[in-house]
């Protein structure tokens, strides 16, 4: 694919479970959705579109109330986030498709596991976790994000300048302060996620690839381990040296792991 086809983008909005979804599509083949994390949007995956795009139909969509796609009741739950994305997957007249997810990405990739089977052949979980980790909520009041709602924004522009530049330039079609109040509503997530049940996690028969960098300062290893063991059909990669940002700062390994495991789950017959 040259670089001037993969310029082409098909930018669109869908009305879904009482959103206006924003998504870009590039390349063809099996449909590969991706799944940003939070307060992020589709810009996240730039280091990933063109090698993706080589192989299959990817599907970027910004996700509830963040990038271009609005959130009118305001509200963020990981189960909730699912059902945009079956209602998605379902108005796109989509069969099975494979799924990216990465952070809250992944958490949204868990609950299709667990409520929409039939409309996932395989996922790609990254950066994800069954139970909110101490490592999480210390990193979180460190950066200035300090109890669900509540966030000093003066430390966390001092601490990261770069993503509170990011977060307004992704969120302006959203209004000039939408920003501050995305950050304390997903706040409000981030500090009450969903507990994953262990026997429910058990049930998912999905393909899974469990996918985290070994210095990721929220998720330790042995959560990545502990996934790995209890879904029946996962896999395990762990990527080295490298922290919760391993899809920007080692695209080309990232690329490679996540390009080779959707090919197998397409390749495999009668599946």
């Given amino acids: 694919m040259s670089d001037e086809e993969f310029q082409r983008i098909d930018g669109s909005f869908i009305n879904v479970n009482g959103l206006k979804m924003y998504y870009e599509e590039y390349g063809t083949g099996f449909p590969l959705i991706l799944i940003h994390g939070g307060i992020s949007s589709i810009q996240m995956w730039e280091k990933q579109l063109s090698d993706f795009s080589k192989h299959f139909r990817v599907i970027a969509v910004d996700c509830r109330g963040q990038g271009k796609t609005n959130n009118p009741e305001g509200v ?39 409520h929409y089977p039939e409309l996932v052949k395989a996922m790609v979980l990254g950066g994800t976790m069954i139970h909110a980790t101490k490592e999480m909520l210390d990193g979180f009041k460190e950066i200035g994000i300090e109890g669900p709602g509540t966030v000093d924004f003066e430390k966390l522009d001092k601490s990261l300048g770069w993503l509170v530049k990011l977060l307004k330039e992704q969120t302006a079609s959203q209004g000039k302060d939408y920003w501050k109040t995305l950050l304390k509503k997903i706040s409000k ?26 210095r990721d300062v929220y998720i330790p290893i042995s959560e990545a381990t502990k996934m790995f063991k209890l879904i029946p059909n996962a896999e395990l990669a762990i990527i080295p040296n490298s922290n919760h940002d391993v899809y920007f700062t080692q695209p080309e390994i990232f690329n490679r792991i996540v390009v080779n495991y959707c090919k197998r789950q397409t390749d495999k017959k009668n599946k």
Avoid at 93 to 112: F, H, T, Y
Avoid at 189 to 202: G, I, N, T
Wanted: with cysteine; glycine share 10%.
């Fill in 76 to 114: 963020f739950h990981y189960k909730l986030m699912a059902d945009d994305f079956a209602a998605f997957i379902q108005e796109l007249n989509l069969d099975k498709v494979l799924l990216c997810g990465w952070s809250d990405g992944g958490q949204i990739g868990l609950e299709m596991g667990l």
């Fill in 189 to 214: 997530m981030w500090y009450d996620p969903a507990e994953f049940p262990l026997d429910q996690v058990k049930q998912i028969q999905t393909p899974s690839l469990i996918l985290l960098g070994d």
